[in-house]
Nanobody, 116 residues
Framework: QVQLVETGGGLVQPGGSLRLSCAASGNAFSFLAMSWYRQAPEKQRELVAVIAGDGSTHYEDSVKGRFTISRDNGENTVYLQMTSLKPEDTAVYYC??????????WGKGTLVTVSS
Protein backbone atom coordinates (compact mmCIF):
# COMPACT_ATOMS: atom_id res chain seq x y z
CA GLN A 1 0.00 0.00 0.00
CA VAL A 2 1.50 3.30 -1.11
CA GLN A 3 1.20 6.30 1.19
CA LEU A 4 2.01 9.92 0.38
CA VAL A 5 2.94 12.57 2.95
CA GLU A 6 3.19 16.24 1.99
CA THR A 7 5.31 18.70 3.96
CA GLY A 8 6.67 22.20 3.51
CA GLY A 9 3.58 24.35 3.65
CA GLY A 10 3.33 27.48 5.73
CA LEU A 11 2.83 31.22 5.76
CA VAL A 12 4.86 33.26 3.29
CA GLN A 13 4.73 36.87 2.14
CA PRO A 14 3.82 37.75 -1.45
CA GLY A 15 6.86 37.37 -3.66
CA GLY A 16 8.33 34.73 -1.39
CA SER A 17 9.20 31.09 -2.01
CA LEU A 18 8.38 27.69 -0.56
CA ARG A 19 9.34 24.14 -1.44
CA LEU A 20 6.79 21.42 -0.91
CA SER A 21 7.80 17.79 -0.58
CA CYS A 22 5.76 14.65 -1.20
CA ALA A 23 7.35 11.54 0.27
CA ALA A 24 6.10 8.20 -0.99
CA SER A 25 6.32 5.03 1.04
CA GLY A 26 6.66 1.59 -0.43
CA ASN A 27 7.58 0.78 -4.00
CA ALA A 28 5.94 3.91 -5.35
CA PHE A 29 8.40 5.17 -7.89
CA SER A 30 7.49 2.93 -10.81
CA PHE A 31 4.61 5.30 -11.42
CA LEU A 32 2.94 6.71 -14.51
CA ALA A 33 2.80 10.22 -13.08
CA MET A 34 2.89 12.23 -9.90
CA SER A 35 1.01 15.45 -9.60
CA TRP A 36 0.45 18.43 -7.35
CA TYR A 37 -3.08 19.74 -7.01
CA ARG A 38 -4.41 22.60 -4.90
CA GLN A 39 -7.76 23.57 -3.47
CA ALA A 40 -8.50 27.10 -2.34
CA PRO A 41 -11.39 27.85 0.03
CA GLU A 42 -14.76 27.42 -1.69
CA LYS A 43 -13.10 26.42 -4.96
CA GLN A 44 -12.68 23.13 -6.78
CA ARG A 45 -9.44 21.21 -6.59
CA GLU A 46 -7.22 22.05 -9.57
CA LEU A 47 -4.15 20.53 -11.17
CA VAL A 48 -0.96 22.53 -10.62
CA ALA A 49 1.85 20.43 -12.05
CA VAL A 50 2.58 16.91 -13.28
CA ILE A 51 5.76 14.90 -13.68
CA ALA A 52 5.57 11.71 -15.71
CA GLY A 53 7.61 8.56 -15.29
CA ASP A 54 9.83 9.64 -18.16
CA GLY A 55 10.52 12.96 -16.43
CA SER A 56 8.38 15.13 -18.68
CA THR A 57 6.47 17.88 -16.94
CA HIS A 58 3.31 19.93 -17.40
CA TYR A 59 2.15 23.06 -15.58
CA GLU A 60 -1.12 24.91 -15.15
CA ASP A 61 -0.88 28.24 -16.96
CA SER A 62 -1.01 30.47 -13.87
CA VAL A 63 2.10 28.82 -12.34
CA LYS A 64 4.27 28.49 -15.45
CA GLY A 65 7.63 30.14 -14.91
CA ARG A 66 7.06 30.32 -11.13
CA PHE A 67 6.67 26.70 -10.01
CA THR A 68 8.94 23.75 -10.74
CA ILE A 69 8.09 20.09 -10.17
CA SER A 70 10.93 17.63 -9.74
CA ARG A 71 11.64 14.23 -8.22
CA ASP A 72 14.37 12.44 -6.32
CA ASN A 73 14.06 8.74 -7.08
CA GLY A 74 16.59 7.81 -4.41
CA GLU A 75 14.47 9.50 -1.76
CA ASN A 76 11.09 8.49 -3.27
CA THR A 77 10.15 12.15 -3.10
CA VAL A 78 8.56 14.66 -5.46
CA TYR A 79 9.03 18.37 -4.92
CA LEU A 80 7.20 21.53 -5.89
CA GLN A 81 9.43 24.59 -5.80
CA MET A 82 7.23 27.67 -5.68
CA THR A 83 8.61 31.16 -6.29
CA SER A 84 7.10 34.64 -6.75
CA LEU A 85 4.14 33.51 -4.69
CA LYS A 86 0.89 35.45 -4.91
CA PRO A 87 -2.07 35.64 -2.54
CA GLU A 88 -4.10 33.67 -5.09
CA ASP A 89 -1.70 30.75 -4.62
CA THR A 90 -3.14 30.30 -1.13
CA ALA A 91 -4.60 26.79 -0.93
CA VAL A 92 -4.18 23.32 0.46
CA TYR A 93 -1.71 21.54 -1.80
CA TYR A 94 -2.14 17.82 -2.42
CA CYS A 95 0.13 15.23 -3.97
CA UNK A 96 -1.30 12.47 -6.16
CA UNK A 97 0.32 9.34 -7.54
CA UNK A 98 -0.96 7.54 -10.63
CA UNK A 99 0.31 3.97 -10.55
CA UNK A 100 1.18 1.73 -13.48
CA UNK A 101 -2.01 -0.28 -12.86
CA UNK A 102 -4.15 2.86 -13.00
CA UNK A 103 -4.68 3.16 -9.27
CA UNK A 104 -4.40 6.54 -7.59
CA UNK A 105 -3.19 7.59 -4.16
CA TRP A 106 -3.66 11.00 -2.56
CA GLY A 107 -1.83 12.63 0.30
CA LYS A 108 -3.65 14.54 3.03
CA GLY A 109 -2.38 17.92 1.92
CA THR A 110 -0.31 20.80 3.24
CA LEU A 111 -1.57 24.37 3.65
CA VAL A 112 0.14 27.25 1.87
CA THR A 113 -0.88 30.75 2.88
CA VAL A 114 0.46 33.75 0.97
CA SER A 115 -0.23 36.93 2.90
CA SER A 116 1.46 40.04 4.17
Amino acid sequence: QVQLVETGGGLVQPGGSLRLSCAASGNAFSFLAMSWYRQAPEKQRELVAVIAGDGSTHYEDSVKGRFTISRDNGENTVYLQMTSLKPEDTAVYYCKLLAQNGGTTWGKGTLVTVSS
